[in-house]
């Protein structure tokens, strides 16, 4: 398996990861299927530009040795003045025939070594819904803490879901002497 960062070209293939995820697991993501399922043509590419491509943010692609797209994760950079410290990790998703191998780990470990190199970024959130504990794990086990929850984040099919706020701190740790 191999982890790059997608590119242009790599818009259909994302495009197709994404749709199906989004149809899979409708309460893991804040976007639709509906309405990412409309944009086509030159609307679906500058959606792509401005949120998977540099310097919106990125989105680091799992790739079979025969090139298909297989998982996805992504930065998304804030733009504002007061906010520049922060980024957002979202879309990760792994296909279900690449499952089971750590896919999801490594993909969210590239984006944060990644994240680590970018200067004065501090700072990475991301929110889950409450009852994904396979996705509560991953981001514990990666360094995320849990810093509150956001009751009725997210409504699907009618049913409310609470989405709990995790963040990373990627502060150098200070060593103190004494």
């Known amino acids: 398996?191999?982890?790059?960062?997608?590119?242009?070209?790599?818009?259909f293939a994302y495009r197709d990861v994404r749709l199906f995820a989004l149809r899979e697991s409708p309460t893991a993501f804040g976007a639709s299927y509906e309405q990412e399922?409309?944009?086509?043509?030159?609307?679906?590419?500058?959606?792509?530009?401005?949120?998977?491509v540099e310097p919106a943010g990125?989105?680091?692609?799992?790739?079979?040795?025969?090139g298909s797209l297989v998982g996805t994760a992504g930065l998304f950079f804030n733009a504002g003045l007061k906010s520049?410290?922060?980024?957002?990790?979202w879309g990760i998703f792994v296909r279900p025939s690449a499952r089971h191998q750590g896919?999801?780990?490594?993909?969210?470990?590239?984006?944060i070594l990644a994240a680590r190199a970018i200067p004065g970024?501090?700072?990475?959130?991301?929110?889950?819904?409450?009852?994904n504990e396979n996705a509560i794990r991953l981001y514990?086990?990666?360094?995320?803490?849990?810093?509150g929850?956001?009751?009725?984040?997210?409504?699907?099919d009618g049913i409310a879901h609470d989405e709990n706020l995790m963040s990373l701190d990627l502060r150098p740790t200070q060593v103190r002497n004494f």
């Open 103 to 111: 896919l999801a780990s490594r993909l969210v470990a590239a984006v």
């Open 149 to 156: 929850c956001e009751p009725r984040a997210l409504r699907v």
């Open 37 to 52: 399922s409309a944009m086509m043509g030159d609307a679906f590419i500058a959606h792509y530009r401005a949120r998977v």
């Open 1 to 11: 398996m191999m982890l790059r960062k997608l590119g242009e070209a790599d818009a």
């Open 121 to 131: 970024l501090e700072q990475i959130n991301l929110s889950v819904v409450s009852t």
């Open 58 to 66: 990125f989105v680091i692609g799992a790739f079979e040795v025969d």
């Open 140 to 147: 514990l086990a990666a360094g995320f803490k849990c810093y």
């Open 84 to 89: 520049q410290h922060k980024a957002l990790l």
